[in-house]
T-cell receptor
Framework: DQQVKQNSPSLSVQEGRISILNCDYTNSMFDYFLWYKKYPAEGPTFLISISSIKDKNEDGRFTVFLNKSAKHLSLHIVPSQPGDSAVYFCAALIQGAQKLVFGQGTRLTINP | DVKVTQSSRYLVKRTGEKVFLECVQDMDHENMFWYRQDPGLGLRLIYFSYDVKMKEKGDIPEGYSVSREKKERFSLILESASTNQTSMYLC????????????FGPGTRLLVL
C-alpha cells in the first residue's frame, strides 16, 4: 500500500509562472514531511521540510503547505525557473523513527 | 558539507553473480540507508542501519543483505543477482536523533543481464 502518493507523474509549467506539486498521505501518524529534488544521474537533494505543528514553511521561492485534515501537502515554486526542471519527491516520517516514506515522484518541466 | 559517495556509478552484472555496492559518508552520521528507485515507484527502502553492526529491514529486503562494520561505511549485497534487481540504487545518511534530513549519494545504476 502506498502511504505517500504523488498522483501527477509529470507537470509542465511556463518559466516565471507558479509550479504547484501535490502529495497525499494516508498515515495520520506522520508528523514530518520533506521535499526532495532529483536531477538525472544524481542523488536526491533536500529542498524543504515542514513539521505537522505548522501549516506553512517558506524558503525563498519554495513554500510548502500542509493540510493535516486533508492529509495533503503541496510545494509551490514561484517564480519557476528552467533550473527547477527535475523530479520532485515528497516524503513523510514519524519523528524519531528515521524511516522516510517516499512518494512516486513528479517530473517538473519548466518551459522557456 | 555532507558528502555521501558510492563506489560505482554504473555496474553491469550477470544473473547469479554476487554484487557489492559500497557507500561511504564523511559526516559521522549515525544512520545509513539503502534505497532503490524505479520508475513509477519512487524510492523504496531496502535496509537501514542506525549504528555499527546494527541493521533493520526496510520495505523490500528480499534478495538483499547489508553490512555495517564501520560507522562511515554501509554495504549492500546482492547474494545472487537477478534481472528484477536492475535498478538505480541510492545510499543516504542522516545524523540521527530527530535530525530527519537524509543526504543522498549520487546513485549506482545496476544492470543485471
Amino acid at each position: 500500500d502506498q502511504q505517500v502518493k504523488q498522483n501527477s507523474p509529470s507537470l509542465s509549467v511556463q518559466e516565471g509562472r507558479i509550479s504547484i506539486l501535490n502529495c497525499d498521505y494516508t498515515n495520520s501518524m506522520f508528523d514530518y514531511f520533506l521535499w526532495y529534488k532529483k536531477y538525472p544521474a544524481e542523488g536526491p537533494t533536500f529542498l524543504i521540510s515542514i513539521s505537522s505543528i505548522k501549516d506553512k514553511n517558506e524558503d525563498g521561492r519554495f513554500t510548502v503547505f500542509l493540510n493535516k485534515s486533508a492529509k495533503h501537502l503541496s510545494l509551490h515554486i514561484v517564480p519557476s525557473q528552467p533550473g527547477d526542471s527535475a523530479v520532485y519527491f515528497c516524503a513523510a516520517l514519524i519523528q524519531g523513527a528515521q524511516k522516510l516514506v517516499f512518494g512516486q515522484g513528479t517530473r517538473l518541466t519548466i518551459n522557456p | 558539507d555532507v558528502k555521501v559517495t558510492q563506489s560505482s556509478r554504473y555496474l553491469v552484472k550477470r544473473t547469479g553473480e554476487k554484487v557489492f555496492l559500497e557507500c561511504v559518508q564523511d559526516m559521522d552520521h549515525e544512520n545509513m540507508f539503502w534505497y532503490r528507485q524505479d520508475p513509477g515507484l519512487g524510492l523504496r527502502l531496502i535496509y537501514f542501519s542506525y549504528d555499527v553492526k546494527m541493521k533493520e529491514k526496510g520495505d523490500i529486503p528480499e534478495g538483499y543483505s547489508v553490512s555495517r562494520e564501520k560507522k562511515e561505511r554501509f554495504s549492500l549485497i546482492l547474494e545472487s543477482a537477478s534481472t528484477n534487481q536492475t535498478s538505480m540504487y541510492l545510499c543516504a545518511s542522516s545524523l540521527g536523533g530527530l535530525a530527519e534530513t537524509q543526504y543522498f549519494g549520487p546513485g549506482t545504476r545496476l544492470l543485471v543481464l
